[in-house]
């Protein structure tokens, strides 16, 4: 089974530029979530769907940030314009389900750096 | 004061060590996940745990519900071990217990095992 797969693994941009990071979860994983983790911290949650409607966006600043999982399946996040506090790691991840019952399967993140 | 809380927040160890990482949280959980993260941001699941113990390989994690907390241990630690260790509450979303599969992350406990 192929694993979450996520691109750029590492971008660096100037402040106020915009920047778009890709998600392609595990073929039938309903669930999509993607996550901001600075450097010395737990991931945030930012944005969690199912298929192709957002769950849980109650974090995500939307001033700057969006995101769309057209057709259910890959997803992008996007940060116009970004700001130097934007410099993380973003974790894409993917679940079967919403139950607990249901794993987790992390990419390997998007290492942002804003100059 | 943090939903879920680890100690220690760095550890360094000799190789063969038996290894103790703690986790506490102060919500209701669905189930508590171990996660290992290694350097370039990929993080892998562990362990996902709603009550006892389980055991794979050469790691163990238990959870005591009642009193919310959670340990990870490794025995007979190697260098390959090193890693961030991190814990994360499953929290239902709402009070009748059905989870919506979010995830609240402790900050992660730094894990350098020397040879």
């Keep these: 089974e192929a694993g979450v797969a996520q691109s750029p693994r590492y971008k660096i941009i100037e402040k106020r530029q915009s920047v778009a990071f890709w998600c392609n979860p595990i073929s039938g994983h309903a669930t999509l979530y993607w996550y901001q983790q600075i450097l010395g911290q737990g991931p945030k949650l930012l944005i969690q769907f199912q298929n192709n409607g957002v769950v849980d966006d109650s974090q995500l600043p939307k001033d700057r940030f969006s995101a769309e999982r057209l057709k259910g399946v890959d997803s992008t996040l996007k940060i116009q314009p970004a700001k130097l506090e934007d410099s993380a790691v973003y974790l894409c991840a993917s679940s079967l389900g919403v139950s607990a019952l249901y794993g987790y399967t992390f990419g390997s993140g998007t290492r942002l750096t804003v100059v | ?115």
């Design chain 2, 1 to 115: 004061k943090n939903e879920v809380e680890q100690s220690p927040q760095n550890l360094t160890a000799q190789e063969g060590e038996f290894i103790t990482i703690n986790c506490s949280y102060s919500v209701g959980i669905s189930a508590l996940h171990w996660l290992q993260q290694h350097p370039g941001g990929g993080i892998v699941s562990l362990f996902m745990l709603s009550s006892g113990k389980k055991k794979h390989g050469r790691l163990i994690a238990t959870i005591n519900i009642q009193e919310k907390h959670s340990s990870l241990h490794i025995t007979a630690s190697h260098p390959r071990d090193s890693a961030v260790y991190i814990c994360a509450a499953d929290r239902p979303a709402n009070a009748g217990g059905t989870s919506y599969g979010k995830l609240t992350f402790g900050q992660g406990t730094i894990l350098t095992v020397h040879p």
